[in-house]
């Protein structure tokens, strides 16, 4: 069975840092490229960021590119991502997401993804 669990949410202040993590179970972590993927209240899913099955291939959103940094760990099954220079925009529910196929690469889609974590709320405020 697939498992995708999130960690690493909080409060935080405008302008500070959070490091998100998401472990993988169930499947074959190191062949699969995984996103994050982010829901704000009232608003639908949005596509963040993604990272191709090795890691040379990254992906961000024009919101948060230049502030947020997805990284893996194949040998942990663990996804990252790294967000500084937060904004109250950015408060959401973050979520990581599994591609349908190993080794498909299109990142902005989110109908590429067919599993997801239970998420992990990111509320930025002062």
């Known amino acids: 069975e697939v498992q995708l669990v999130e960690s690493g949410g909080g409060l935080v202040q405008p302008g500070g840092s959070l490091r998100l993590s998401c472990v993988g179970s169930g499947f074959t972590f190191r062949g699969y490229t995984m996103a994050w993927v982010r829901q704000a209240p009232g608003k639908r899913r949005e596509w963040v960021s993604s990272i191709n099955e090795d890691g040379a291939s990254t992906a961000y959103a024009d919101s948060v590119k230049g502030r947020f940094t997805i990284s893996r760990d194949n040998a942990k099954n663990t996804l990252y991502l790294q967000m500084n220079s937060l904004e109250p925009e950015d408060t959401a529910v973050y979520y990581c997401?599994?591609?349908?196929?190993?080794?498909?690469?299109?990142?902005?889609?989110?109908?590429?993804?067919?599993?997801w974590g239970q998420g992990t709320q990111v509320t930025v405020s002062s």
């Open positions: 997401a599994k591609n349908r196929v190993p080794g498909g690469w299109n990142p902005m889609t989110l109908d590429e993804y067919n599993y």
